[in-house]
Structures are given as C-alpha cells and as structure tokens.
Nanobody, 124 residues
Framework: QVQLVESGGGLVQAGGSLRLSCAAS????????MAWFRQAPGKGREFVAG????????EYADSVKGRFTISRDKSKNTLYLQMNSLNPEDTGVYYC?????????????????WGQGTQVTVSS
C-alpha cells in the first residue's frame, strides 16, 4: 500500500510561484509512475504532469509546459511540482497520484493511489 501526503499549497498572486511536495511511503518505488492532477470547482480531475520514478521521464499538460516542473528526490521518497508564472486558471485542488504502471499515463482512472489534495489559489 502506497501512502501519499501533499503539502505546499496556498494563496499566491498571479505571476507568483509555489512548490508542492508529495511525501510517499510504502513499498519500493522503482516500478511506480507518479503524477500531479488538479481539479477546479465544478470540473473534472485534470492531468498536470507525470514522471517515472526510476528513469525520471516526464510529461506535461500543454497548459503548464514551460511554467511547471515535476521532479522527484529518490533519497527522500518525495515528489515535487515547481509552479512558476501562476495564473488564476491554475486555481484548484492539486492531487499527487501513483500507479504501478511503468509507462506514463494521463488518465486519472489509471492511478491506484491518491493523496488527500492541497489547495492552490491564484488571485488576479
């Protein structure tokens, strides 16, 4: 059983930055793929970025390319999402997710484990 705990959300002005963290615990992570999703009020859960734990292969949603960076620290079993040049459309609850699939996938239904979410609010 993989457990995920997010932190780092908050309120920021447009143009600002935040870094989200996701502390992971449980079985070995070498076979995991991890990702960040977000959900705005009244909308579905949207893929933001993903990374394979072993090789560090990354994938981003078009809406965040060039602004967000996903990374992981193997020594700390922690996933990060550095978010720069934030705009109000980035507002939502951000979730960390993990799957035992070895390939990156942007479908929420492919992920087996989820954190509780952390709120990000960007004011204009």
């Amino acid at each position: 059983q993989v457990q995920l705990v997010e932190s780092g959300g908050g309120l920021v002005q447009a143009g600002g930055s935040l870094r989200l963290s996701c502390a992971a615990s449980g079985p070995t992570f070498s076979s995991l793929t991890m990702a960040w999703f977000r959900q705005a009020p009244g909308k579905g859960r949207e893929f933001v970025a993903g990374i394979t734990w072993s090789f560090g292969t990354t994938e981003y949603a078009d809406s965040v390319k060039g602004r967000f960076t996903i990374s992981r620290d193997k020594s700390k079993n922690t996933l990060y999402l550095q978010m720069n040049s934030l705009n109000p459309e980035d507002t939502g609850v951000y979730y960390c997710a993990a799957t035992l699939r070895r390939v990156l996938t942007n479908l929420p239904s492919d992920y087996d484990y989820w954190g509780q979410g952390t709120q990000v609010t960007v004011s204009s």
